[in-house]
């Protein structure tokens, strides 16, 4: 007899589910601009939505829904924005927040060296998430980044 495991393979503790108004054409948009690989998807009752679906970015799994506004499954899109924001990391921010722009993205702020030691920026997709996106460059310990951050900080003002 065989044991499930209670967080299934491939799995983290923390899996984002996130709701899109046109799961087909989101799942589209995170292969072209994430590198995102499509591991399901489970239509919902009328053959054309798609009920569940689970792509993978990186190492990490992303569960997505269309939405379903009678069930309280809204997208940022019908919610009026989101408050969420999905961090990745990557290898070359540069060239991935480049490749997320020719998909379709927006961008919320340029990649640029953030004072934490990742290069670092922020983009919207068009089904109104935002991501985050780093490629880590320096380990700091907390002195050296509250100087980082003071500096930073500093020649904003």
């Known amino acids: 007899m ?3 495991r209670p ?7 923390v899996s984002p589910h996130i709701v899109v108004r046109d799961a087909d054409s989101a799942i589209d948009f ?13 239509p919902g009752p009328d053959g054309k939505s798609i009920m ?3 792509i993978k970015i990186g190492d990490s799994i992303v569960l997505l829904a269309d939405e379903f506004p ?19 990391y990557v290898d ?6 480049e490749r997320a722009i020719h998909a379709g993205a927006t961008v919320r702020m340029p990649v ?8 670092y920026g922020v983009l919207a997709d068009p089904f109104g998430h ?23 900080f500093s020649a904003r003002a």
């Not at 967080?7 to 503790?13: D, K, L, N, S, V």
């Not at 009678?70 to 919610?79: I, K, L, N, R």
């Not at 640029?112 to 290069?119: A, P």
């Open 2 to 4: 065989s044991t499930v």
């Open 7 to 13: 967080i299934p393979e491939g799995f983290h503790t």
């Open 30 to 42: 995170y292969k072209r601009a994430f590198g995102a690989q499509e591991l399901m998807r489970m």
């Open 52 to 54: 569940h679906a689970v």
């Open 70 to 88: 009678g069930v309280d499954c809204v997208s940022p899109t019908s919610a009026g924005g989101t408050s969420v924001t999905l961090h990745l």
């Open 92 to 97: 070359d921010v540069d060239a991935v927040a």
């Open 112 to 119: 640029s060296d953030m004072f934490w030691g990742d290069r």
């Open 130 to 152: 935002r991501w985050s996106i780093g490629t880590h460059k320096q380990d700091l310990n907390a002195e050296e980044m509250e100087k980082a951050a003071a500096k930073a």
